[in-house]
């Protein structure tokens, strides 16, 4: 749709932009402070696989710098205890950096040959540990004698499933194109975020095309309410969207027979 829209091909558009790097950093790029948008501090909303509360909460704390850090997000995201009591408290705590800890399966395996283990028993503590069957004594002893942290080897011991790289670099190439269209053609980027979700049906053209005092008053009426259901809380996800949308200086015009697409 993007592409159809302002003749741009995703292929084409470089993966190292500053301005739509800083989305993961601030809201800068967006023309719009934190405090307007109710103290989200990314720019990341509607960005797949980054615009939850949780994944912008994971990006808050990795501080991610470039595209390959990005990566190491989505592979966070998407492993079973990789992050929640395993990465996001050796990040914190200090003990390990972003670029440490473990995000998918392959980073274990090129950590290890990296250390001095044989390629071939990297490989099969990788498979091991991403596959949620923890370390076998001998192998955290070999790991050991090649001077792997105690960090590093209780982290293998405690993931479930590890995320391929390979895939969370797919993501992540998705996820920056189209954020790359939500820096320089933002009109293009919520007509198309807003009709996805017209189709998942977490849209609702009464609630949203009321401005910007309405848009707000409908984010705040679902936060308080205590009963508030799922479908509740996935308008909530597109009205946050709608909101950053008329701070930006746009706006809905209602559904019109002659100027409006079939």
């Not at 800083?22 to 405090?35: C, K, R």
């Not at 942290?149 to 590890?162: A, D, G």
């Not at 259901?229 to 559904?255: A, S």
Request: one cysteine or more.
């Amino acid at each position: 749709m993007l592409q159809d829209m302002t003749g741009v091909d995703p292929v084409t558009i470089p993966l190292d932009d500053k301005k739509v790097m800083s989305l993961f950093q601030n809201t800068e790029a967006l023309g719009i402070t934190p405090e307007q948008i109710g103290g989200t501090k990314l720019g990341a909303l509607g960005i797949p696989e980054f615009g939850t509360d949780f994944a912008m909460q994971m990006v808050i704390d990795v501080k991610p710098q470039t595209f390959s850090d990005l990566v190491r997000i989505a592979g966070l995201s998407h492993g079973t205890d990789v992050w929640l009591g395993n990465a996001q408290d050796l990040i914190l705590s200090g003990t390990a950096t972003a670029s440490e800890v473990i995000g998918c399966r392959d980073d274990i395996m090129i950590y290890l040959i990296h250390m001095g283990l044989e390629p071939i028993r990297a490989f099969k503590i990788m498979e091991a540990a991403r596959k949620g069957k923890g370390l076998k004594p001998d192998e955290e002893e070999y790991m050991r004698e090649k001077h792997v942290p105690e960090w590093y080897i209780k982290s293998c011991k405690t993931v479930k499933y590890l995320f391929p790289k390979a895939h969370a670099v797919a993501y992540c190439m998705m996820a920056f194109r189209i954020a790359w269209f939500k820096v320089y053609h933002p009109l293009a980027f919520y007509a198309a975020y807003f009709y996805r979700r017209s189709r998942k049906g977490g849209f609702d053209a009464l609630l949203m095309s009321g401005g910007l005092d309405s848009a707000i008053g409908n984010i705040r009426a679902i936060e308080n309410d205590a009963d508030a259901t799922d479908k509740d809380e996935d308008m909530l996800t597109t009205l946050e969207v709608v909101y950053e949308f008329y701070l930006r200086g746009f706006e809905f015009l209602p559904i019109d027979l002659y100027k409006s697409h079939a």
